[in-house]
């Protein structure tokens, strides 16, 4: 998401969270026609809704459309994760993960990426037609796809299984010939190689892109999908070879996660977007109002889509601050302090 003519400047906006309930992976896009235009992961993970809203705390109540579902067999017939639209060439598009089976093999789930089309100029109308799976280099556990345009190109950004790396997942970054086709060799941005990003299982995954005046940021996910999901952020010059991972700095301690205080565990998963009025940067999360979880914490429903004010530092990178406790405006209660709280 491009901020770059977000003033740092203060606002009045405010946002009461949660926004909308049991809706994780969440994924809200602000459209020329000022809809803001959601989706993310129903707790079935069998079909992809959208809503729409003149506002964020609008979507709320914004009545849901389902606009797929999946089918009973075949490699898009199990759990469908992540969905993301967005708007290119004058067409919109749904990037999202899915499975031919719910087996588990080598620790793994058995994802890949799909891509669906809509040349309606109401996404909750017209036809979503399957463009297919997106190949990449290997055939493996592949998710949360995300795209960009970046200096009049194309990208694709998302995590992946790389056969000869250990751990589930990590960041690639690639050209695209077209939006559900790659270009050439994706390049590896980052693996999960600190302590924060292996916490019961070594996770990047959940990219989003975020540009601000001279610099560029991806904010991802790490760890298990429990109170410790957090996430953390790469950072480049905007002039930088983007292609290039030496051009992308790790930040060494996460910059968003749980607050014990608030009572708000794993955040993450998150989005970027703009306030209502255009003055503030927006993002876009997940996490839980509690920390004990019985069972698999992907099958816990409650990760709830939230929404809060970025403030900036004056070197112009975010800063996040802690996730704001439930049903307080965002704007009374977000912090500047970058600490984890465990």
Not at 160 to 189: A, H, V
Not at 210 to 227: E, G, M, P, W
Not at 295 to 315: E, T
Request: glycine share 4%; with cysteine; net charge negative.
């Amino acid at each position: 998401m491009d901020t770059q003519s977000s003033p740092t400047s203060s606002s009045t906006t405010t946002y009461r969270n949660p926004i909308i309930e049991q809706r994780a992976d969440p994924w809200v896009y602000r459209h020329t026609d000022d809809y803001y235009y959601f989706t993310g992961s129903v707790p079935s993970f069998d079909y992809i809704e959208l809503r729409r809203a003149t506002h964020i705390q609008g979507l709320a109540d914004a009545e849901p459309v389902i606009v797929w579902r999946k089918p009973d067999t075949g490699p898009m017939s199990h759990l469908i994760w992540a969905p993301e639209i967005h708007y290119i060439h004058q067409k919109w598009y749904i990037y999202f993960a899915a499975a031919a089976t719910d087996e588990i093999v080598d620790g793994l789930f058995q994802h890949r990426m799909f891509v669906l089309e809509n040349d309606h100029p109401n996404p909750l109308e017209g036809t979503w037609v399957e463009k297919g799976q997106i190949m990449t280099p290997w055939d493996t556990f592949a998710l949360d796809a995300t795209t960009f345009i970046h200096q009049d190109q194309q990208y694709l950004l998302w995590a992946q299984k790389e056969p000869e790396i250990d751990g589930n997942s990590n960041l690639y970054l690639s050209i695209m010939d077209n939006p559900w086709t790659l270009k050439g060799t994706p390049t590896r941005l980052s693996i999960p190689e600190l302590s924060w990003e292996c916490i019961g299982f070594k996770v990047n995954e959940g990219p989003a892109f975020l540009r601000k005046q001279d610099q560029l940021f991806i904010s991802y996910s790490a760890s298990a999908t429990d109170h410790h999901y957090c996430m953390g952020l790469l950072t480049a010059d905007i002039h930088s070879d983007i292609l290039n991972a030496a051009s992308w700095i790790k930040s060494d301690q996460p910059v968003f996660g749980t607050a014990e205080a608030h009572s708000q565990y794993g955040p993450g998963h998150n989005c970027f977007t703009v306030s209502e009025d255009g003055q503030q940067d927006v993002m876009i999360y997940h996490a839980r109002n509690y920390k004990e979880i019985s069972g698999n914490p992907l099958y816990d429903p409650n990760r709830h889509m939230r929404a809060q004010i970025i403030h900036w530092n004056a070197d112009h990178t975010p800063n996040f601050g802690v996730p704001v406790a439930d049903h307080i405006s965002t704007d009374q209660t977000a912090s500047v302090d970058h600490a984890k709280e465990s």
